[in-house]
C-alpha cells in the first residue's frame, strides 16, 4: 500500500464508496455536488493506494485500508512535547540510598541526573542502583554521580520529535524512558535542560488513546 497523505475530500470519498458501492464515479460526483473530472486524480489516487478497486461496468468498491492510513497519519501527527510526563530528577551528588528512596516513591524505572547548574548530566536505572546496593560499599556515601551513565552516551528525544522516533530509541536502546531536553548554547557548548520524560508507559496510553479514536471513527 502506497503510503499518502488523506485530504478531507478523499475521506468523503472512502465514506461514499464504504457505505454505497459499488458507485460510478459519476454517482460520486453527483453526491460530493461536484464534476466527475474534479475527483479523477482523488479517485486514481485511492485506488492506487489499495483502498478502492475499480472494476469496468460496476464501479468502486471499498478495500478496507482506510483505518491502517488514518492510524498512519495520526501517529505521524502526535508528538513528544504532546504526550511528554514530568521528569524525575536528582542532582549528581545525592547518595544512592536517596536515589533508591525516589525511585520507589515516584515508581519509575530511571531517573534523570543534573549537575549544579540544572542542566542534564546523565541517567541512573534500577540496574545501576541494585549493583550498587549488592557491591557491598555504603550506598548512604556514594554519590549517584560515580554509578550514573553520563553524557553524551545518555539518548534523548526533543519536544518536537515524532512518537514513533521516541518508541524507536527505547526498542533500539533497551531503556525504561527517555529525558525529553530543550538544547541550550552557551559558552560555545550545547547544554541540556530536561523539560519531561517519555517512556513505555506513554507509549501504552497513546494506544489507548489510538483505540479510543478508531471506536469514534479517528475524528
Do not use: C, W
Request: hydrophobic fraction near 45%; glycine fraction near 8%.
Amino acid at each position: 500500500m502506497i503510503n499518502i497523505e488523506l485530504k478531507n475530500r478523499h475521506y468523503e470519498i472512502l465514506e461514499i464508496v464504504k457505505t454505497q458501492g459499488p458507485i460510478t464515479s459519476e454517482h460520486i460526483a453527483s453526491l460530493l455536488n461536484v464534476t466527475r473530472s474534479a475527483i479523477r486524480a482523488d479517485l486514481n489516487l485511492l485506488t492506487m493506494s489499495g483502498m478502492l478497486e475499480a472494476k469496468p461496468k460496476v464501479g468502486y468498491m471499498y478495500i478496507g485500508s482506510v483505518e491502517r492510513q488514518k492510524i498512519a497519519d495520526y501517529l505521524n501527527a502526535v508528538r513528544v512535547g504532546d504526550l511528554k510526563s514530568r521528569p524525575v530528577a536528582i542532582t549528581d551528588t545525592t547518595s544512592v540510598y536517596d536515589a533508591v528512596v525516589t525511585m520507589f516513591l515516584e515508581d519509575v524505572g530511571s531517573i534523570f541526573i543534573t549537575n549544579e547548574a540544572k542542566y542534564l548530566s546523565g541517567v541512573i536505572s534500577r540496574k545501576d542502583l541494585l549493583k550498587a546496593a549488592i557491591g557491598g560499599s555504603d550506598i548512604h556515601q556514594i554519590p549517584v554521580g560515580i554509578i550514573m551513565t553520563r553524557m553524551p552516551n545518555v539518548v534523548t528525544v526533543a519536544p518536537a520529535d515524532p512518537v514513533v522516533e521516541a518508541a524507536r530509541k527505547i526498542m533500539e536502546h533497551e531503556i525504561d524512558a527517555l529525558p525529553v531536553v530543550e538544547e541550550i548554547f552557551k559558552d560555545g557548548q550545547i547544554l541540556y535542560r530536561i523539560v519531561g520524560r517519555f517512556s513505555k508507559t506513554n507509549i501504552t496510553k497513546l494506544f489507548v488513546d489510538i483505540g479510543n479514536k478508531l471506536g469514534g471513527g479517528l475524528d
